[in-house]
């Protein structure tokens, strides 16, 4: 009973939340800030996680294929695949869901316990609205560039791999690379990751903007917030996957 209620009030918050904005300028003023906060302030540790798991990948690859018979652009063509089927659009918002779920809920969460919110609306600002529309037009428009990179380093990090170890030709993996090259898996991809994007922002702001209590049910919140997330994407994951490659 309780999961359908939260559905419910989630779905309401929602409402409030997609209203036109008050003030223009204030709200795309929050909405440049959020970029930074929540996109460009995660490129690094995107950056860092692709570049090596594409390494890993294509060394994985290429030291399972023990059979001569077996074409060495395979090694290209598996970390391409693995690379902007799953790990960039997927993977990627997991780790995003985690680092940026966290600081979502944990900043609306502390502004609730600390009266900040309500403040807000003794004034007569639509709280949600100034709060949660900005993180959502951020993380909607800027993650899928993140994914972008997540697979150009992915399928990069596997070819530096290569020549670091020795385990294949470079020109063997760029074949395989372009071996089989299908457009709609990239536009698959990002398509997830802007439905992804959108459940990063908005349920960690559900659990924070609903807490109860003091700092440590913001803790509490935000350790919520993060499990649930990755639940609904994971789930989400299969479903778009179905409708969308099936």
Do not use: C, H
């Amino acid at each position: 009973m309780n999961y359908i209620k939260s559905i419910g009030a989630y779905t309401i918050m929602l409402k409030s939340v997609f209203k036109k904005p008050q003030k223009r300028k204030i709200f795309w003023e929050a909405v440049f800030r959020e970029i930074d906060d929540l996109g460009v302030k995660s490129i690094g540790i995107v950056a860092f996680i692709s570049f090596f798991i594409g390494g890993v990948v294509a060394i994985q690859t290429a030291l399972n294929l023990e059979d001569p018979i077996i074409p060495k652009d395979l090694i290209g063509f598996a970390t391409k695949r693995s690379m902007i089927l799953e790990f960039s659009s997927t993977f990627v918002m997991v780790i995003l869901a985690g680092k940026v779920g966290s600081y979502i809920t944990s900043s609306i969460g502390t502004m609730r316990v600390t009266e900040q919110i309500d403040a807000l609306e003794v004034m007569g600002i639509n709280s949600l609205n100034y709060l949660v529309l900005p993180k959502i037009l951020a993380t909607v428009f800027f993650y899928p560039f993140l994914v972008l990179l997540a697979m150009f380093l992915g399928i990069f990090g596997g070819w530096v791999a290569g020549i670091a170890t020795d385990l294949f030709k470079p020109g063997d993996y760029i074949a395989g690379i372009q071996l089989d090259f299908e457009p709609y898996l990239v536009a698959y991809s990002l398509i997830k990751s802007v439905v992804f994007a959108f459940l990063i922002a908005t349920i960690p702001s559900y659990f924070g903007y609903y807490v109860k209590g003091g700092s440590l049910e913001v803790g509490r919140a935000s350790t919520k917030a993060v499990v649930w997330t990755i639940v609904v994407i994971i789930f989400s994951n299969y479903f778009l996957t179905q409708m969308l490659l099936s």
